[in-house]
């Protein structure tokens, strides 16, 4: 055998070699014959022994002092195994006497063995007493301080023996009766405790949200880092024992806490009554809850909850009660995983061997159900659900479609017969009004089937107060965090179809009650602005002071104007459609879910109120019963003439003005803004003198209906401008991706919904256009109106005394000032400026067109129509504070019938000339009919003689 490269030997197997060496010595000396051959051997074996013996002298003088040590450890060694042996000698003699002894004393012993064993057994069983005589004591200390596992170990261990080992002692009968009794009691106290760690023990209400935009604690936060320092439930380790620490507070460690609270239930062997009791407390329980919060935030607020903070205190209360609810929730997942964890796999500390089955618990579902159900009767409180649902007002079934609901509003109404009314009230009074406020706001804080009295008892309550008053409209304030909270139970319980029970309570009552109520509001709202339109052009002759004047001459006061930033008078009627527009944009935020529905509510409410705006403008432009309308209004709508007026310069000014620069192709010189006059006068010329006939009704006479027109532009404008505003915030939800949406300030509607929108925005832009191309045009027929007369019906071949102006010259006059005065008040400057701009070109270009109607004229005449040019000029130049010197070449031009026809002809050929062709003709011809005395051949004469030097001139054409 080898070891680390050596060979090892065996003392035994040297032994036997050495011996056999010796043996073989023996015979080779024995049997050898040669006397030479053994003296040989003999001296080998001499020389041999000799190096062995010098070998063994060195290695004993090199070892000396180990050999002398180890001999003398030898004859210690051999002298205590000679002592020992001697002793045991001793031993087994003194051995042997005592069993001779012992054998003679059998009896006896065996009797005092069985007194020994006695003895023990009943100072054992003294022990036992005593120590279960302070069991109660033990046990209200452990209680007291909390260490539930060990009380609850103590007093089963202690029933047990009173049961089993201590079951004769009658002594102990009375003990045995009370620990029996405190044994059921600690199954009450462990129910409560664990009832108080998941609901007590919840997170304090002052450091629940408290204000909008405050981070809510969400699940996956709760799984993730758990929950006032307990871990999430699939972070427990249930694999370890429980074990509990008489030094530490148990408080400290809820998670453990509640591990020890099931471990004691479960050696109590009440597990199943443990599981009933928690099922059987979970509403109680959510609803004092509710109750307490209710209280914290109302003393909070010092009971005082106004109009202007009870959204927020509503909110506020939701998301604490959410909080506390999702605390409640994980806290029923530990005590469940705890039980499932004993049921599986059994306890240490097991007591019993009756098997807990896995039907006796409840599970999360029930839990969140529960809270379900909790939540659905607060939000029927909160949201006065059956109050409302009483007095239902249902959503149209089709919001794509308009809804007719607002048609009856404008629909004409029967006559009701008039009330009679009492004498005088007192319902008015100071002490009324206080008093019916007092009694309704009490009866708007109470609350019905949330609370039962006993629970308000237990609470020291009386009765329950609710952080705000009932309404429907609360849902607009607590939809975001409750649709969160719904998707947390959702994900939480895995609803199989999909919808949880409070998912469908709050889908019902935003589609069926809600939807319904905002329509219902917002009809009503626009319906009592504009009931009195239709009424009101159906009878025109209504007195200013009846209750139904109409509606569109009703603007804002001042303080609206100024808090709307608008410098001009509007519609009351538009700004009432705007706020419930307005209204309708916030619950699109405020109801992501149901933007598409309120977009159509405001579609349909603009559908409805652009009919009414054009009915009321037919009613004013319209002026007889065949529906024909006033010139301007037929203008205004004629294509060619609308492209032509939108063409202009001065149209395209306002449209600069508004945002948009014009470019530079679009600025033009004064000869081209004076052709594109020209062309404009030309135009209405050409359209109103084409007949002999004079214009009749065929104008706006009542100024009034002048200052309303110009109050429905501004109105539409300004609103169709906020819809413009608001649909371009607004995305299609085809294209827009979910970063859009997140950042998006509205949520993301149907493109076919948002098209429609688009299409009304173009809608009441073109009414409001309409509307100023109305007044731009009705300003100019009245010119007509009024001038074309002049020349027509009025005398210019009078006297000497006829010199002061026209009539109708004079009535012209007024009737623009009028305008001016009802169009300043009610349009911007640079509209106003755009009505009565280039209106002297226009009146100038009327009266020198007017000469052809002239049979003759004198020099009386002549004055007579430069007055009325000065007395027009003079009222322009006041409206427009500008010289208007389009007249004064409207007066240069009668002025030359004071000259000679030939003497103009002159001029022309030595100045050129300052008109047209045709304008020359008519004077010459009026200057010949107004001189009898000159012959048909002279005035062709003439005009062959104006046609040669006209086109000869450098201003001719």
């Known amino acids: 055998m080898e070891k680390n490269g050596e060979k090892i030997v065996n003392p035994a197997a040297k032994g036997r070699e050495t011996s056999e060496f010796l043996m073989a010595i023996v015979r080779t000396l024995s049997t050898s014959a040669d006397f030479e051959q053994r003296e040989k051997e003999k001296a080998r074996i001499e020389k041999t022994f000799t190096q062995s013996d010098k070998r063994l002298g060195e290695l004993v003088s090199e070892n000396y002092q180990e050999l002398a040590q180890i001999t003398q450890d030898f004859s210690t060694i051999s002298k205590s195994v000679n002592e020992a042996r001697e002793k045991i000698k001793k031993i087994k003699d003194d051995l042997s006497s005592c069993k001779t002894l012992l054998h003679c004393k059998r009896d006896e012993l065996r009797r005092l063995w069985i007194e020994g064993v006695e003895q023990k057994t009943m100072v054992a069983m003294l022990d036992q007493i005593e120590q279960i005589k302070e069991v109660p004591t033990k046990l209200d200390n452990l209680l007291a301080k909390k260490h539930y596992l060990h009380g609850t170990e103590l007093v089963v261990n202690a029933v047990a023996k009173l049961e089993n080992q201590l079951v004769g002692v009658e002594a102990l009968r009375d003990l045995k009766a009370e620990l029996i009794t405190r044994k059921e009691q600690l199954h009450d106290v462990l129910i409560d405790e664990l009832n108080k760690q998941i609901y007590i023990k919840s997170p304090n209400i002052s450091s629940l949200p408290g204000k909008r935009g405050s981070s809510v604690v969400k699940q996956d936060t709760l799984k993730r880092k758990g929950v006032n320092g307990i871990p999430a439930p699939e972070k427990i380790e249930f694999g370890k024992e429980v074990k509990e620490d008489l030094n530490a507070n148990p408080e400290d460690d809820p998670a453990h806490f509640i591990a020890i609270l099931v471990e004691s239930l479960y050696m109590l062997r009440k597990i199943p009554e443990a599981a009933e009791g928690l099922k059987v407390k979970i509403q109680p329980e959510l609803s004092a809850i509710v109750a307490r919060t209710s209280q914290a935030i109302l003393e909070s607020t010092s009971n005082h909850v106004d109009a202007s903070n009870q959204s927020q205190c509503l909110l506020d209360f939701l998301e604490s009660i959410f909080h506390q609810f999702r605390f409640v929730a994980h806290m029923h997942k ?33 839990v969140w159900s529960k809270i379900q159900a909790v939540v659905e009767l607060l939000l029927r409180e909160y949201l006065d659900v059956e109050n409302t649902a009483s007095s239902r007002q249902r959503a149209p079934t089709s919001f794509d479609e308009p809804s007719t609901d607002i048609n009856s509003f404008f629909a004409k109404k029967r006559p009701t017969k008039p009330k009679k009314m009492a004498l005088f009230r007192f319902d008015a009074s100071i002490h009324a009004i206080s008093t019916n406020s007092y009694v309704d706001d009490s009866r708007a804080f109470d609350t019905g089937d949330l609370f039962s009295s006993t629970l308000l008892a237990e609470m020291g309550l009386e009765k329950n107060q609710m952080v705000c008053k009932p309404s429907v409209y609360n849902i607009t304030a607590i939809f975001k965090p409750l649709e969160s909270f719904i998707r947390e139970i959702e994900d939480a319980i895995a609803c199989p179809d999909g919808t949880s ?237 979910p970063a859009e949406t997140e950042a998006a300030e509205y949520p993301p509607v149907s493109e076919k919904t948002l098209s429609s929108l688009k299409n009304l925005v173009k809608d009441f832009q073109d009414l409001a256009e309409i509307c100023l191309l109305l007044l731009h ?166 005009m062959q003689k104006l046609k040669e030097v006209f086109f000869k001139t450098p201003n001719g054409d």
């Open 334 to 366: 530990v005590v469940l995983r705890n039980l499932h964890k004993i049921i599986s796999s059994g306890s240490p500390r097991e007591v019993s061997g009756v098997p807990v089955r896995q039907e006796c618990l409840y599970d999360m579902t029930d």
């Open 777 to 942: 045009l009705e300003v100019r027929v009245h010119c007509f109106y009024f001038l074309l007369p002049v020349a027509k019906q009025s005398n210019y071949a009078g006297p000497i005394d006829d010199l002061d102006p026209d009539s109708n010259v004079l009535k012209l006059n007024k009737d623009l000032s009028s305008m001016e005065e009802v169009l300043q008040q009610s349009l911007q400057p640079k509209k106003f400026k755009y009505i009565f701009e280039s209106l002297g070109f226009l009146v100038a270009s009327i009266l020198m067109n007017s000469i052809q109607y002239m049979k003759k004229i004198n020099e009386n005449g002549i004055k007579k129509m430069c007055r009325n040019l000065f007395a027009i000029q003079q009222n322009l130049t006041n409206i427009t504070m500008s010289r208007e010197p389009d007249l004064d070449h409207a007066r240069q031009y009668y002025e030359l019938l004071y000259i000679n026809p030939d003497d103009v002809i002159t001029m022309i050929a030595e100045k050129g000339s300052q008109y047209t062709f045709q304008e020359y003709t008519e004077l010459i011809k009026l200057h010949h009919r107004s001189h009898a005395a000159l012959s048909p051949s002279q005035l062709e004469n003439r």
């Open 501 to 737: 029970s409070l998912q469908a309570f709050v889908t019902d009552f935003v589609q069926n009650i809600f939807l319904g109520q905002v329509h219902y509001t917002v009809s009503t709202s626009i319906g009592s602005a504009t009931k009195d339109l239709i009424r009101y052009y159906k009878n025109p002759q209504m007195d200013e002071e009846d209750e139904s004047f109409d509606a569109l001459r009703h603007v804002v006061d001042h303080k609206t104007q100024k808090e709307l930033g608008v410098s001009r008078p509007l519609l009351t009627s538009t700004v009432t459609v705007d706020k419930n527009l307005q209204e309708l944009r916030e619950l699109m935020q405020d109801l992501p879910d149901y933007a598409d529905q309120f977009l159509n509510m405001i579609c349909n409410t603009l559908k409805e109120y652009k009919d009414t705006c054009h009915s009321a403008y037919r009613e004013i432009v319209q002026y007889d019963s065949d529906d024909r309308r006033v010139i301007s209004a037929m203008w205004a709508k004629d294509e060619d003439i609308s492209r032509f007026l939108r063409s202009l310069p001065s149209w395209r000014s306002l449209q600069s003005s508004s945002g948009q620069e014009l470019a530079s192709d679009d600025v033009c010189s004064e000869e081209e803004i004076k052709a594109l006059n020209s062309k404009e006068a030309q135009i209405l010329i050409s359209n109103l003198t084409s007949s002999d006939g004079l214009i009749q009704q065929e104008i706006i006479t009542d100024v009034t209906q002048m200052r309303t027109i110009a109050n429905v532009h501004e109105s539409v404008e300004w609103f169709s401008n906020r819809i413009k505003d608001f649909s371009n915030r607004l995305c299609a939800r085809s294209n827009t991706t």
